[in-house]
């Protein structure tokens, strides 16, 4: 499709989806997300103004985003943010992306507990998503989120800056700077093999940061090393959930069975039906 020289919005989002079509390197929802994003738009407010022209820096700007677009970069990092469970959320290449498993899993949290005073923690924290939904919802909480990027961190805590909670943060390769005892520790750790790099989407591997992505021992290290110190940092009966890898729920299970034989363990699946996520109470 030939590009438009002053065009209307809706001329520009026909030119971003056929430039993405063309390369194979998105669809409408991108070119959509980027439109809206960017221009601070809801859905139906850029449909009011498809025949509109568009302002000649927005065009600028949108042809830049395409542009990163189809170069690979997923569109959250193009725009430099995103939507997590329905809140603004700051997001760099030091930084995942949140998925929608991850809300699953905070909605799961969110739905066994009340907002009666609980302390609880984040390993891993990456932008501060889990964190800062879970303190947005229940405000009685006690909240720390940790990780061991120090750049990760930076963004976390404008987050929740942005979102306006109370969040400790603490910089912390799992628990090796944490002393104290949670009623609820939440982590979405690196899980995927490293023998699966060549199987990955190629975005991810160039945009996401590998040590968010990957772990050792059939991606199963940092569970490993969360679960060998657990005992130490959750209350007499704390809970622990886990978002998971969909062929990881056995053997995160058989792990924490291990180490507590009489917890209660329970692995659940995602909207897209696979085992995506674990939930441990302690206590018979």
Same mark, same amino acid.
């Given at each position: 499709?030939?590009?438009?020289?002053?065009?209307?919005?809706?001329?520009?989002?026909?030119?971003?989806?056929?430039?993405?079509? @063309?390369?194979?390197? /998105?669809?409408?929802?991108? =070119?959509?997300?980027? !439109?809206?994003?960017?221009?601070?738009?809801?859905?139906?407010?850029?449909?009011?103004?498809?025949?509109?022209?568009?302002?000649?820096?927005?065009?600028?700007?949108?042809?830049?985003?395409?542009?990163?677009?189809?170069?690979?970069?997923?569109?959250?990092?193009?725009? /430099?943010?995103?939507?997590?469970? $329905? +809140?603004?959320?700051?997001? #760099?290449?030091?930084?995942?992306?949140?998925?929608? $498993?991850?809300?699953?899993?905070?909605?799961?949290? !969110?739905?066994?507990?009340?907002?009666?005073?609980?302390?609880? *923690? @984040? %390993?891993?924290?990456?932008? /501060?998503?889990?964190?800062?939904?879970?303190?947005?919802?229940?405000?009685?909480?006690?909240? !720390?989120?940790?990780?061991?990027?120090?750049?990760?961190?930076?963004?976390?805590?404008?987050?929740?800056? #942005?979102?306006?909670?109370?969040?400790?943060?603490?910089?912390?390769?799992?628990?090796?700077?944490?002393?104290?005892?949670? @009623?609820? %520790?939440?982590?979405?750790?690196?899980?995927?093999?490293?023998?699966?790099?060549?199987?990955?989407?190629?975005?991810?591997?160039?945009?996401?940061?590998?040590?968010? *992505?990957?772990? *050792?021992? #059939? /991606? +199963?290290? %940092?569970?490993?090393?969360?679960?060998?110190? !657990?005992? $130490?940092?959750?209350?007499?009966?704390?809970?622990?959930? +886990?978002?998971?890898?969909?062929?990881?729920?056995?053997? =995160?299970?058989?792990?924490?069975?291990?180490?507590?034989?009489?917890?209660?363990?329970?692995?659940?699946?995602?909207?897209?039906?696979?085992?995506?996520?674990?939930?441990?109470?302690?206590?018979?």
């Amino acid at each position: 499709m030939n590009k438009p020289e002053k065009p209307t919005f809706f001329q520009a989002r026909q030119w971003g989806i056929a430039e993405l079509t @063309d390369q194979k390197m /998105g669809d409408h929802f991108d =070119v959509d997300f980027i !439109l809206e994003q960017r221009l601070n738009l809801t859905a139906v407010e850029l449909l009011t103004r498809y025949q509109q022209s568009m302002a000649m820096n927005d065009w600028q700007q949108f042809q830049s985003d395409i542009a990163k677009l189809l170069a690979g970069m997923p569109p959250q990092y193009v725009i /430099g943010r995103t939507s997590f469970y $329905e +809140l603004p959320i700051k997001v #760099n290449q030091a930084t995942l992306i949140p998925r929608v $498993e991850t809300a699953e899993l905070v909605e799961w949290i !969110l739905t066994d507990n009340k907002n009666d005073p609980k302390s609880v *923690l @984040d %390993i891993g924290t990456g932008s /501060g998503a889990i964190a800062i939904a879970l303190k947005v919802n229940r405000q009685n909480w006690s909240m !720390l989120a940790s990780d061991i990027s120090a750049t990760a961190l930076n963004i976390a805590e404008e987050n929740a800056i #942005n979102n306006q909670v109370n969040i400790n943060f603490v910089q912390s390769d799992v628990f090796t700077s944490i002393e104290e005892r949670f @009623d609820i %520790i939440v982590s979405n750790p690196p899980y995927i093999d490293v023998a699966e790099k060549p199987l990955m989407d190629q975005r991810v591997l160039e945009f996401e940061p590998e040590t968010a *992505l990957f772990a *050792l021992d #059939n /991606g +199963l290290a %940092i569970y490993q090393q969360i679960i060998d110190n !657990l005992a $130490e940092h959750l209350t007499q009966n704390g809970q622990l959930y +886990l978002e998971i890898g969909f062929k990881q729920g056995d053997a =995160v299970a058989k792990m924490l069975r291990q180490k507590f034989p009489t917890a209660q363990i329970e692995v659940r699946k995602d909207v897209a039906d696979k085992p995506r996520m674990i939930r441990m109470k302690m206590g018979r």
